[in-house]
């Protein structure tokens, strides 16, 4: 583990009142809540609910319209560049370029990064190690299996170390079987003290969250351990839970 | 004993070295919901392409309704609905024109088909002069199922219908497939999701172009070679490792706050397992333990078909 | 609920046909920002090119060559200073700055009187009189020797002598403008760059959406067959077409005077041909390709390059290289540009023009037959 920067210490992300509006929408209605380093946290909430303008935020791509969010440290509105430096990123919709190949995009996603060429190739040894990766290297992208695409895409969002990595329904499609080997990578990176954020939706996966959060219509609703939630709405599980926060979308839509 | 509605019988297709779907079989009997599982890759949509009389298969034959899908192409489209997988519908026109657009195409009009789709289009109906692309994902998929539905179908055909969208409006949509199919229209839907597919007639489970198994949702359980545990304990990492690691385990998956043991040993039974796994996870630091005997869901059984196909029994 | 549907006729296919129709016009009307361009984009062209390129009413600038000046000279320059087409320049003695100042271009005309002219006169002989033009100007170049010619002649006779041999000696001078077409030479080019754009590029643009967007799937799984598709897309755009064509000649008619010398039901129904056939090419195109991106680049590389490269818009066909001539001759533009020059500026008709509108109409017969081919009512 390796980390030098004065940011590092402390949560490794805090919104305190965080706001963001187009027009007169509120995507997202002052959320407020901290992430503590080397937690595996769960942000769920329904379609539209301001998951994604909230990760916009988070990962400096978007600037809030008021209040304030800091990731490994640094603000994300005024330190941006900062922040994208320290963080991963990885999306069922992006994550590796389909027509390079394996060993490609690792140097890409490397030198991005900049790491040189020895550590990038040390890391990737031990990641591929790791991963037990058995297709060729110098296979392209696109002739992997979804659950492999997914599991590399994850382990090179990882490669530069960050001290957050951003995980976007990263589950979405794969096999069960997949699922439950990435959410042990996502264990794996957790106890080496990198915090990881993800949203998905598959319930039973956020089972698998250290604490979860539950966005609806911009507001957070919900904040708390997978146990502690589904005690508190006295219900078995958090499928449960999510009904009976999310109201019918009839209600909220328009 | 009453044709089946649609009829699958050694279904083979290729794309180039890929195999996409590798000697399917099945049959659907009228009014039933018959669902298709299996993650990407399987051969979902392929298998609905051949349906839907878009694809040719390289083997095999098929008929849905009664004809033939490779001869009677134009007598299968006039009577399926089909959703297929992803946004499929006009961005730029209104919820209303997009429906009135397919009830024309079908001949027919918003208005004959209203009694139908009434269930789902009343969800939707307070947006109907909104444009399709500016609506929630939840309600694209009600005014996709509402433009599949409007000519009256003798079959529906859905393509992973509830794919990224979240769990509240997976529920009321498989709420209205509940209520279509009190109404007797057979409904063939796909799904990455195991636990919709438990709200189904029967299911095929596919893998990689293949059917693994064929079953009622709660007979699927049924298959499940062993006893099969729910174990709980603390710390959860550390409990998935010991069991992983225990001499006798068979399978060992996380699900939610259990993990889900088979022993290999085939008449284990619960009492016996609770005792041994007190003494050696315990002495390895995992407290708060838990055991319990549990049926086998549909999950259980498709990770256990994943692994050994054959092994199962058919 | 009622589970049998009601028996019902299978629907007619014009009603089909209409109702994809109309969702068409719709994707058409509310696409404002493309709407807007392909209105308005042929309009723009026409006044920019029109303004710029009217070298039919620049005073042509000449320059008077006389050795010996004297009363007789002084009457020739005269006569060009107050014709009101000419502006004349200073007059030199020497032929040898002449050549220097056409090609840089600061003389258009230049009348070369050789010397001994007045004695020549005197003794009842024949004045040798050289007018240089710039001949690689093929309208304004003619229009500039006859003008000049006609003054020298007038001069010539106002001297009592017989009429002269006038000799004219083109000369090649570099242009801004290398075509030197006039207003009326560029509209129907213009007319076919804007249908070859509305019909080819836009259709095959819109029919490889529709693949993209994946409506199309679900468009094949109706009663709707290929054909309705096809002309369901088609036909709106052909609206569009005509009405392009009209706005432009309207607006070259009034502002520009642009003649309309033959039938105007002719010009329109051979516009109505040529987009026909471009819109045959864009279904092909669209067949053929797998996106939006594949379709457009095609189209602007295989319909719209060639229209404005070798269909004589630009460069005459003449002077194109001989294996460019021979390729030329499969470009739908060429004839239609032919065709509409010659209605337009000739009053050609049906008795001229049916070779090249029986080319086009053999064109549209291949394409069609090998678009619909390449049209599929399956995915694969």
């Known amino acids: 583990m390796n980390r030098s920067d004065a940011g590092s210490t402390g949560p490794a992300i805090v919104a305190h009142e965080l706001t963001r509006r187009f027009g007169d929408f509120t995507a997202v209605d002052a959320i407020s809540f901290t992430v503590q380093s080397g937690e595996v946290f769960g942000f769920l909430g329904a379609n539209g609910a301001g998951k994604t303008t909230a990760i916009r935020m988070f990962t400096g791509l978007l600037a809030p319209t008021s209040g304030s969010a800091s990731v490994a440290g640094f603000d994300v509105a005024t330190e941006s560049d900062r922040v994208r430096e320290r963080i991963g990123y990885m999306s069922q919709r992006f994550s590796l370029y389909e027509d390079l190949t394996v060993r490609e995009n690792i140097r890409l996603y490397g030198g991005i990064y900049g790491l040189d060429d020895a550590t990038i190739r040390e890391r990737s040894d031990v990641m591929l190690a790791e991963l037990d990766f058995t297709p060729s290297v110098t296979s392209l992208v696109r002739s992997l299996p979804l659950g492999w695409k997914q599991k590399l895409a994850f382990s090179v969002a990882l490669l530069h170390q960050p001290v957050v990595v951003f995980l976007d329904e990263p589950t979405g499609g794969v096999d069960p079987i997949t699922r439950r080997q990435f959410w042990e990578m996502i264990y794996r990176a957790a106890a080496r003290g990198t915090t990881v954020f993800v949203t998905t939706h598959y319930l039973d996966e956020a089972e698998y969250c250290d604490r979860l959060s539950i966005m609806v219509d911009g507001r957070l609703a919900a904040l708390g351990t997978p146990a502690a939630l589904k005690r508190e709405y006295d219900v078995p599980s958090l499928d449960d839970v999510f009904v009976r926060l999310v109201r019918s979308p009839v209600a909220d839509a328009g | ?314 | 609920m009622n589970t049998t549907p009601t028996h019902r006729t299978a629907p007619s296919s014009w009603r089909t046909l209409g109702a994809f129709m109309g969702k068409e016009v719709r994707h058409l009307l509310r696409d404002r920002q493309t709407l807007l361009i392909l209105l308005l984009l042929p309009l723009a062209q026409l006044l920019l090119f029109g303004f710029a390129v009217r070298t039919d009413i620049r005073a042509v600038r000449v320059l008077v060559v006389a050795p010996e000046p004297d009363a007789t000279t002084s009457a020739l320059q005269d006569r060009f200073a107050h014709s009101g087409r000419f502006e004349l320049l200073p007059t030199t003695s020497s032929i040898d700055s002449l050549d220097v100042l056409m090609r840089r271009g600061m003389v258009d005309v230049a009348v070369v009187l050789e010397p001994g002219l007045a004695s020549a006169l005197r003794s009842g002989g024949t004045p040798q009189v050289l007018v240089v033009a710039d001949g690689s100007d093929p309208n304004t170049g003619t229009t500039m020797r006859t003008y000049a010619t006609a003054v020298v002649r007038d001069w010539q006779q106002s001297l009592g002598a017989a009429p002269a041999s006038v000799r004219i000696e083109p000369r090649l001078r570099m242009r801004f403008n290398p075509t030197l077409e006039s207003v009326n030479l560029f509209v129907p080019g213009l007319i076919a760059l804007i249908l070859t754009m509305v019909t080819s590029l836009m259709t095959a643009i819109s029919l490889a959406r529709e693949k993209e967007r994946g409506t199309f799937e679900l468009l094949l799984v109706s009663p709707l067959r290929p054909w309705q598709i096809i002309v369901g897309k088609v036909l709106p755009y052909l609206g569009l077409a005509m009405a392009n064509v009209i706005t432009v000649l309207l607006a070259a008619r009034m502002v520009f005077d642009v003649p309309m010398r033959g039938s105007a039901v002719l010009l329109l129904s051979s516009a109505t041909l040529f987009s026909l056939v471009g819109l045959a090419l864009g279904v092909l195109i669209a067949a053929v390709t797998s996106s939006q991106l594949a379709a457009m680049l095609a189209a602007l590389g295989g319909t719209m390059l060639p229209n404005v490269m070798l269909s004589g818009l630009i460069f005459p066909v003449a002077s194109m290289p001989a294996p460019m001539q021979v390729v030329s001759h499969l470009v739908p533009a060429r004839w239609f540009i032919e065709i509409a020059r010659g209605i337009m500026l000739k009053g050609s008709g049906l008795e001229l023009l049916w070779p090249p509108l029986t080319i086009l109409a053999a064109m549209l017969l291949v394409l069609l037959t090998l678009a619909i081919r390449r049209t599929s009512p399956r995915l694969a």
């Open chain 2, 1 to 314: 004993m009453t044709a089946p509605v649609v009829s699958v019988r050694g279904v083979s297709k290729r794309f180039g070295s890929t195999t996409a779907l590798d000697a399917v079989s099945f049959e659907v009997a009228p009014g039933e919901l018959f669902g298709i599982v299996g993650p990407d890759g399987a051969g979902k949509t392929t298998l609905f392409h051949v349906l839907t009389t878009l694809r040719v298969p390289d083997s095999g034959s098929a008929s849905v309704l009664g004809f033939d899908v490779v001869r009677d192409l134009w007598s299968i489209r006039s009577r399926v609905g089909y959703m297929p997988g992803r946004f499929a519908l006009y961005a730029d026109l209104s919820v209303e024109e997009n429906l009135g657009f397919f009830a024309s195409v079908f001949g027919t009009t918003i208005a004959d088909g209203l009694e139908l789709i009434q269930p789902i289009y009343q969800q939707i109906e307070p947006f109907r002069d909104r444009k399709a692309g500016a609506l929630s994902g939840g309600m694209k998929q009600k005014l996709a199922l509402c433009c599949a539905l409007v000519h009256r179908p003798e079959l529906l055909l859905l393509d992973e219908p509830t794919t990224g969208v979240d769990a509240v409006s997976r529920r009321e949509f498989w709420e209205l497939l509940a209520t279509l199919r009190e109404s007797g229209l057979p409904i063939i839907a796909a799904t990455p999701y195991m636990d919709e597919a438990a709200r189904c007639d029967r299911i095929a489970l596919m893998q990689d172009g293949r059917v693994l198994a064929i079953d009622e949702p709660a007979a699927v359980g049924t298959r499940f070679p062993r006893p099969l545990f729910a174990v709980r304990g603390k710390p959860r990492a550390l409990l998935l490792d010991r069991l992983r690691a225990y001499p006798h385990m068979a399978s060992a998956y996380p699900f939610g706050e259990t993990v889900h043991f088979s022993d290999r040993r085939a008449d284990m039974r619960v009492e016996q397992l609770r005792q041994e796994l007190l003494v050696t996870l315990g002495t390895d630091g995992v407290s708060d333990l838990l055991v319990e005997r549990i049926e086998a869901g549909i999950e259980d059984v498709f990770m256990e078909l994943m692994a050994a196909p054959t092994a199962v029994a058919a």
